[in-house]
């Protein structure tokens, strides 16, 4: 194993903007240090003070929190930046996973950069990378492309383009909008690291072909093969 960084040891943490992933699900996901980074900073800026409070509280760790998300980050993301440029160390998380990844923070780390502050990684879990770890599609090219546009044109477009992939595609969606895009793809994580975790694997026909009818349930990753395996959409 490689050195630690020098934040990783009893002394305080360096003053910085520390990006701690977080559970997708499972809280045994949060590795010790993590758990020290959100225990040693000044402030946690979150984006649901509720949610991130239970969060803390159920790891025994008490810090103040302030809500950073689209609606404030603009400016929330100054004030970080300025507070860690004066010596704080500020913790940024996000709901789940792994903040920046379809999330805010963003802009928090550009406003750190521009003050020459330093901005630390505490990496760990994200959807999409555990979706596609155990997917069966190819690993060695893949295009992470978020959420697509919600409907329409700008939609149908954007999913043509990808079919032609020829890298494996990752998708997020909202559960609402889930079973839409069931025909497109190849495999779908549902519910990751949770109790009703699930993998749909197989050709986009088979796919749709499972779920026809049914409503898609909890979070989901959805997956499209590229375009370079033979026959199928990709599976
Ligand atoms: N920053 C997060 C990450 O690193 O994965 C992603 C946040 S994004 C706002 C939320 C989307 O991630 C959900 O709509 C879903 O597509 C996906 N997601 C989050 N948790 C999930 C889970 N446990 N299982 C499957 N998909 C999940």
Do not use: W
Request: proline fraction near 7%; charge should be positive.
């Amino acid at each position: 194993m490689n050195d630690p960084r020098p934040d990783d040891d009893r002394a305080p943490l360096p003053p910085g903007v520390y990006l701690v992933a977080t559970p997708i699900g499972n809280l045994e996901d949060v590795s010790s240090r993590q758990a020290r980074v959100l225990r040693g900073c000044d402030v946690v800026a979150c984006e649901d003070t509720r949610h991130t409070g239970l969060l803390l509280s159920r790891l025994g760790i008490k810090r103040p929190l302030v809500s950073y998300h689209e609606h404030n980050e603009a400016a929330r993301a100054e004030e970080l930046a300025r507070r860690a440029a004066g010596g704080e160390r500020v913790a940024v998380v996000t709901d789940a996973g792994t903040p920046g990844v379809s999330d805010p923070a963003y802009r928090v780390v550009r406003a750190a950069i521009g003050r020459g502050v330093a901005v630390v990684p505490v990496p760990g879990p994200s959807a999409a990378v555990a979706a596609l770890s155990a997917s069966g599609l190819p690993t060695d090219r893949f295009a992470f492309e978020g959420f697509l546009p919600p409907k329409g044109e700008k939609r149908r477009r954007r999913l043509e383009a990808l079919l032609g992939e020829e890298r494996t595609v990752v998708l997020y969606e909202s559960p609402h909008r889930a079973a839409r895009l069931a025909g497109e793809v190849a495999a779908l994580a549902r519910e990751l690291t949770k109790l009703h975790e699930e993998f749909l694997r197989g050709t986009a026909a088979e796919l749709a072909e499972r779920l026809k009818g049914k409503a898609v349930r909890g979070e989901c990753v959805f997956l499209i093969g590229p375009k370079r395996m033979e026959g199928t959409a990709g599976a």
